[in-house]
């Protein structure tokens, strides 16, 4: 177990991955004025939990390893798919999710009676802006925490 805890990369990705949910219960706490404990578990919105553990593993390797390492670039390559798929394949779900829910409630009324629908996850991906803060966030966090 001390393994686990003394795995610095580990701790740095995972200290900013609770911090940006976190920080999400927080944003939605003053721009709503309501406590939306579900947000502290859900994909998407802002900050990017996402972003801010790859970019926190990504400089805590850069660091201890060197910026022209193996394992800097693993991390960054792997950290850039993360990024980009944030905001490409599972946005794009997330807009699809939108617009078929809409779709549900404007047929609704053609619903066999006793039929309730579900209504599809919408908040999957996320925005540039809300990738690159979290990005920020976890270069921040690790730099911050000196882990």
Same mark, same amino acid.
């Given at each position: 177990?001390?393994?686990?805890?003394?795995?610095?990369?580990?701790?740095?990705?995972?200290?900013?991955?609770?911090?940006?949910?976190?920080?999400? &219960?927080?944003?939605? *706490?003053?721009? @709503?004025?309501?406590?939306? /404990?579900?947000? $502290?578990?859900?994909? +998407?919105?802002? #900050?990017?939990?996402?972003?801010?553990?790859?970019?926190?593993?990504?400089?805590?390797?850069?660091?201890?390893?060197?910026?022209?390492?193996?394992?800097?670039?693993?991390?960054?390559?792997?950290?850039?798919?993360?990024?980009?798929?944030?905001?490409?394949?599972?946005?794009?779900?997330? &807009?699809?999710?939108? *617009?078929?829910? @809409?779709?549900?409630?404007? /047929?609704?009324? $053609?619903?066999?009676? +006793?039929?309730? #629908?579900?209504?599809?996850?919408?908040?999957?991906?996320?925005?540039?802006?809300?990738?690159?803060?979290?990005?920020?966030?976890?270069?921040?966090?690790?730099?911050?925490?000196?882990?």
């Amino acid at each position: 177990m001390g393994d686990l805890v003394g795995n610095v990369p580990l701790m740095a990705a995972l200290v900013a991955t609770v911090v940006a949910q976190v920080l999400k &219960l927080v944003i939605v *706490l003053l721009t @709503e004025r309501r406590w939306a /404990l579900s947000r $502290l578990l859900e994909t +998407g919105g802002m #900050p990017s939990s996402h972003s801010a553990a790859v970019a926190a593993l990504a400089v805590t390797l850069g660091l201890a390893y060197g910026w022209g390492s193996p394992e800097f670039a693993i991390a960054a390559v792997f950290g850039s798919i993360v990024m980009y798929d944030a905001t490409g394949i599972r946005r794009a779900a997330g &807009l699809q999710a939108e *617009l078929i829910n @809409e779709l549900v409630n404007e /047929l609704a009324h $053609l619903f066999d009676e +006793g039929f309730k #629908p579900q209504a599809l996850r919408t908040l999957l991906g996320h925005t540039y802006p809300q990738v690159a803060v979290g990005a920020l966030l976890g270069v921040a966090v690790r730099l911050a925490f000196g882990l």
